[in-house]
């Protein structure tokens, strides 16, 4: 009687575990990564924004001949390494996640501050700016933002050949089946923005590379930029 308990307990421990790791989720379009990724900004939840990129497959499929072959030069401070070496996998993890998450920052506090986050300058403050600061900083009123639209940038412009053979090129430096790039329109506290997206597919996996976009012309800083609803039209239908 003892053992049947234990085997029972066993189970049910067994799945309970199974029921909270649960599976990693796959983001069948750019659509699909970029809503999950809004989803973890409105949660304040880290992991999710983290689960809509690929930093791991970034880091662990990353062709250093390919991107050095591409640029013509190797930038030691700025470049990823060799993908071939283990320690190197972990430190691209490092790099990758301190890129996109401090873009993350930049978008939540260009948002919700007063001071000019979004020009990456030094900014001169006193105390009670200061306080001022944390206190409108607080990432819960991310809560607040609502997701509109997610748009190709020009779709124009992504069809022309030039323009995939650039894109099957740079998908290829970091091992994935495809690149494109998306822009979203979303609202916050009675004003809209919209923020750019390049992503990667890996399988029928889409993940986000970096939350910013060239055709769309966003910030490389990862801030948004305020906009309405009709220029927001004219940019994505723009030749």
Request: charged share 20%; hydrophobic share 40%; aromatic share 10%.
């Amino acid at each position: 009687m003892q053992t049947k308990r234990i085997v029972i307990f066993a189970v049910c421990l067994a799945l309970l575990t199974a029921g909270c790791s649960g599976a990693a989720p796959v983001f069948k379009t750019p659509e699909d990564a970029i809503t999950h990724y809004f989803q973890g900004l409105t949660q304040g939840d880290f992991q999710k924004i983290a689960q809509a990129c690929a930093i791991d497959e970034m880091s662990e499929k990353f062709k250093f001949d390919l991107y050095t072959e591409r640029i013509g030069y190797l930038i030691p401070i700025q470049s990823q390494s060799p993908s071939e070496y283990p320690l190197y996998i972990e430190i691209n993890k490092t790099q990758l996640s301190s890129q996109i998450f401090t873009r993350v920052r930049i978008f939540a506090q260009s948002l919700l501050s007063h001071e000019d986050v979004a020009s990456g300058k030094t900014i001169k403050i006193d105390a009670e700016r200061t306080a001022a600061f944390i206190k409108d900083v607080d990432p819960k009123r991310l809560s607040g933002l609502e997701l509109k639209k997610i748009s190709l940038p020009n779709a124009e412009l992504m069809n022309n050949v030039k323009y995939q053979e650039n894109a099957a090129k740079q998908a290829r430096i970091y091992g994935a089946a495809e690149f494109t790039e998306r822009v979203a329109l979303f609202s916050f506290e009675g004003n809209y923005y919209y923020l750019g997206f390049t992503l990667l597919r890996y399988g029928e996996n889409w993940k986000i590379s970096s939350p910013t976009s060239v055709i769309a012309q966003t910030s490389a800083m990862g801030n948004p930029t305020q906009t309405t609803v009709e220029e927001f039209e004219k940019i994505i239908n723009s030749d």
